[in-house]
């Protein structure tokens, strides 16, 4: 039986590769970060957000904080997916993360990332893009 049943806004299947591992063969704890980011940035993608646009527009969306809980550990080859949830509370976009190896179902990694908008050098309550991930938030 699968671990995680979960539902997810979004999931993104990623595989490690071998340069990732440490010399016992296992994800060196900074590659999760790695993974993270890119299902953020997948997911804002599949619903027409682009980082260049965004910031060619002086928009940026900053991580202002991070929460990893280390579960089962990924090795080199295995295939996984980052799957993501998203929430707003005030000027913050709270991205619930899950990493999860497909081979059995088992988490590898939870995490809260907790990011901000800015724009002009400030934080921003609103911004043109938030109508885009709204249909989205738990």
């Known amino acids: 039986m699968k671990e995680n049943t979960r539902e997810y806004v979004y999931k ?3 595989k ?3 340069y990732e591992c ?4 296992v994800v060196n704890n900074a590659n999760y970060q790695h993974y993270l980011e890119c ?3 997948e997911f804002l993608r599949s619903i027409g957000i682009e ?3 965004c910031t060619a527009n002086d928009w940026l969306f900053m991580v202002s904080r991070i929460e990893m809980r280390f579960k089962t550990p990924l090795r080199g080859g295995e295939e996984f997916d ?3 949830n998203l929430k ?3 000027v913050r976009y709270i991205v619930f993360e899950d990493i999860i190896r497909v081979s059995d179902g088992k988490v590898a990694v939870n995490a809260v990332v907790e990011c901000i908008a800015v724009h002009g050098g400030r934080i921003a309550k609103e911004t043109p893009y938030d109508h885009l991930m709204e249909p989205f938030y738990m």
């Open 82 to 84: 980052v799957c993501v």
């Open 39 to 41: 299902g953020r940035n």
């Open 16 to 18: 490690v590769r071998d």
């Open 12 to 14: 993104l299947r990623l």
């Open 22 to 25: 440490d010399i016992e063969g």
């Open 51 to 53: 980082y260049r646009e």
């Open 88 to 90: 707003r509370e005030g």
